[in-house]
């Protein structure tokens, strides 16, 4: 018989594709569902719908037993249920965590950080614990991301050929996602103006922009979700960025462009090898200098000329006032250099050989079916199998 399970996501009475957390709750629960009967709100979801849940706005607290209670950022009704319940990495309550029978994390990076919580200060301000107690998960079981069905389904090529002429270039650089302060493509912008200016490229970006890009990036109008496999097939490489949050836990953008087969140039992390494996040929160096500069808003060093046209006045710099911060400045400007570089060769070289990108891109699409819905569905079996009895 079929195991039950009883699932709310914060105080959403309903889900529904409108934000890319929800899309991929939603795919974790088509996951859970290949194995288990879920439900959403008390209500038995329906694999292939729209939205799981009640539309009426109300949470309902379990209205039958089931075998097991998984509630996320509700710690009011989470503390109300019986075991075995299983409580998400974040937020951190420390009540939550005491109860649970397991706690979530999205990657394996995460979880094996998570056995260090006490001692590890950094993780622990990521998470915003702050001075709580640290109050340690019984279990630490992963949920790994989900990607969408769309993303395998064959593409509709004469779609592609549509924004392909829309892109209007024989190259494509392109970025799906949010654009805040921490994906801003700092690196890239230096690249291009110091690396690869004469390269004929093309740089589209797609998602929420929460900061003005620079004249020679391209930025478009948002799309309908059923477009975003063919609009993202159109690009012929991708380049990413990354934060703290991401390196622990991912991006499902990287792993949306290896369905489509777009390499994709990002950065180092652990997370990043649990996607892609750690002898990926396109990673590039992302060093925790530069994303302190950028967390504290000063990016002013990331635009100007390269060190070697300004190293003849360091020795003056470095006997004026501030000669301390104005070494450490220089000291970060010189490492966000060599990694501006290093991207912009990247790009060259897929820039120059259609072949190997096309050899990539094959190579990405089977690595990424490792998070189909299939695929991680015999995951989250193996991982529950921990905690229901």
């Not at 710099?317 to 400045?329: A, D, H, M, S, T």
């Not at 250099?337 to 072949?355: F, H, N, Q, R, T």
């Not at 990108?357 to 998070?371: D, T, V």
């Amino acid at each position: 018989m079929r195991k039950k399970i009883y699932y709310i996501l914060s105080t959403c009475s309903n889900l529904e594709a409108t934000s890319g957390d929800r899309i991929n709750e939603m795919n974790v629960i088509r996951a859970l569902c290949i194995n288990f009967d879920v439900y959403y709100n008390n209500i038995l979801v329906d694999p292939t719908s729209s939205y799981f849940g009640s539309l009426d706005g109300q949470i309902e607290p379990p209205n039958q037993k089931y075998d097991l209670y998984y509630v996320r950022a509700n710690k009011d009704l989470f503390l109300k249920l019986p075991s075995p319940k299983i409580w998400f990495v974040v937020p951190y309550v420390p009540e939550c965590y005491a109860e649970a029978d397991a706690v979530v994390c999205i990657t394996s990076a995460w979880k094996d950080r998570m056995q260090a919580l006490k001692h590890d200060f950094i993780l622990q301000e990521l998470m915003g614990i702050g001075d709580q107690v640290i109050v340690p998960g019984k279990k630490y079981i992963t949920f790994p991301q989900v990607i969408d069905p769309i993303f395998f389904k064959n593409k509709d090529e004469d779609k592609i050929r549509f924004y392909k002429e829309q892109y209007a270039s024989d190259f494509v650089c392109g970025h799906m996602g949010r654009l805040v302060k921490s994906s801003f493509p700092w690196h890239l912008q230096y690249a291009i103006k110091n690396y690869i200016p004469n390269l004929d490229i093309k740089y589209i970006f797609y998602g929420p922009k929460n900061m003005d890009l620079p004249n020679n990036f391209h930025y478009m109008k948002k799309i309908p979700m059923h477009d975003v496999p063919e609009a993202l097939a159109a690009f012929d490489i991708s380049v990413n960025s990354s934060n703290n949050w991401t390196n622990l836990c991912g991006q499902l953008k990287v792993l949306e462009a290896a369905a489509c087969g777009v390499p994709i140039l990002t950065p180092h992390s652990l997370a990043r090898y649990d996607d892609l494996g750690r002898d990926y040929p396109f990673y590039w160096n992302f060093s925790a200098e530069t994303h302190n500069r950028i967390q504290n808003n000063d990016t002013d060093i990331f635009t100007r000329e390269p060190y070697s046209s300004t190293s003849a006045k360091q020795p003056l710099i470095y006997r004026l006032l501030n000669k301390k911060v104005k070494y450490n400045r220089e000291k970060s400007f010189s490492i966000f250099e060599k990694e501006s570089k290093e991207l912009g060769y990247l790009i060259k070289a897929l820039y120059l050989d259609k072949s190997y990108r096309e050899e990539i891109g094959k190579s990405f699409m089977k690595q990424a079916k490792r998070h189909s819905v299939e695929n991680i569905s015999k995951i989250l079996v193996e991982e529950l199998s921990m905690v229901i009895k």
